[in-house]
């Protein structure tokens, strides 16, 4: 379209969303009331085709969501129309297309069901953990990664001289449960018990440290603290992995998962096309006649 008929196909649609009631619908509306967009030839595009594509916008937005839409489909449709000139329907095995095409769907929605109802809880943790043992030498680091315990704190948070004290306390339950319960009131994050790794890069960008701050970051039984930009950061490494070494199972964990999924997935829909094609041999609705 150019750009004066689209003005005008604008301000119509905006008549025709704004008025509905007025006489002007009547014209462009069947005998139910229902309100045309655009027609070609003897389709027609309906208001409510774009509902979906409308709801929750405001009047001025849902006035350019469907001019666009409908200039889309007008465009479409005549194209359609000039492609059916040159290629009949019958001609180029579209039929023939199309019905594969729609065979395919119809494959692709039920193997997709299938998988829904059948694997769920299909890969479990024990099963990737399992998996990480035995292939440990194909999951191997290209970078040294630290594994960190650590608390974000203000130190405008309340009784903040507390948490110097809980850190460097002994190591007893009663301890741990002191700064942890702190921790849960006061602190912005921190991860205390099981700890989580970390790259480099991840390690001094999460906790605004430098290079030489980073690098000075050893496996220690002790939290260092750091401040930066009014926010104290407390650090333990309990764990570091160089280059070559393997990598944690927390890197790999969603790939080895998804890996595991998709053989299970080929798998269990291999089976259930054998059991489909059996039960029909079995009741005589199948014959295979190059056996």
Same mark, same amino acid.
Not at 191 to 200: C, P, V
Not at 201 to 206: C, P, Q, T, V
């Given at each position: 379209m150019t750009t004066q008929p689209r003005i005008i196909f604008l301000v119509f649609l905006l008549l025709m969303l704004s008025f509905s009631a007025c006489n002007l619908f009547n014209k462009y509306g069947n005998s139910d009331g229902t309100r045309v967009v655009a027609r070609v030839y003897n389709e027609y595009l309906y208001v409510a085709d774009l509902d979906a594509l409308t709801m929750g916008k405001s009047s001025e937005d849902s006035v350019k969501i469907v001019a666009a839409f409908a200039e889309s489909w007008v465009k479409k449709k005549l194209l359609l129309q000039k492609a059916q000139e040159y290629i009949p329907s019958d001609d180029a095995g579209i039929n023939k297309k199309v019905e594969d095409y729609r065979e395919s769907l119809i494959l692709y929605e039920y193997e997709k069901e299938l998988i829904r109802k059948k694997m769920e809880r299909a890969v479990k943790d024990d099963d990737i953990a399992e998996f990480y043992e035995k292939n440990q030498n194909n999951f191997v680091l290209e970078n040294e990664v630290y594994k960190v315990n650590y608390i974000v704190i203000s130190p405008q948070a309340e009784e903040f001289d507390k948490i110097k004290i809980l850190i460097n306390k002994g190591k007893t339950d009663e301890d741990f449960e002191a700064l942890e319960g702190y921790c849960k009131a006061f602190a912005q *994050?921190?991860?205390?018990?099981?700890?989580?790794?970390?790259?480099?890069?991840?390690?001094? *960008?999460?906790?605004?440290?430098?290079t030489d701050k980073s690098d000075a970051l050893t496996v220690s039984s002790k939290f260092k603290e750091y401040e930066y930009g009014g926010t104290n950061y407390y650090i333990k490494i309990i764990e570091k992995r160089e280059k070559g070494e393997a990598t944690p199972l927390e890197f790999v964990q969603g790939q080895i998962k998804e890996m595991l999924f998709n053989k299970k997935k080929v798998t269990l829909i291999e089976n259930i096309y054998n059991k489909i094609l059996q039960d029909g041999i079995a009741k005589k609705e199948v014959e295979i006649f190059t056996k």
């Open positions: *994050s921190y991860n205390l018990e099981e700890g989580i790794w970390k790259t480099a890069e991840s390690l001094k *960008s999460d906790f605004n440290l430098n």
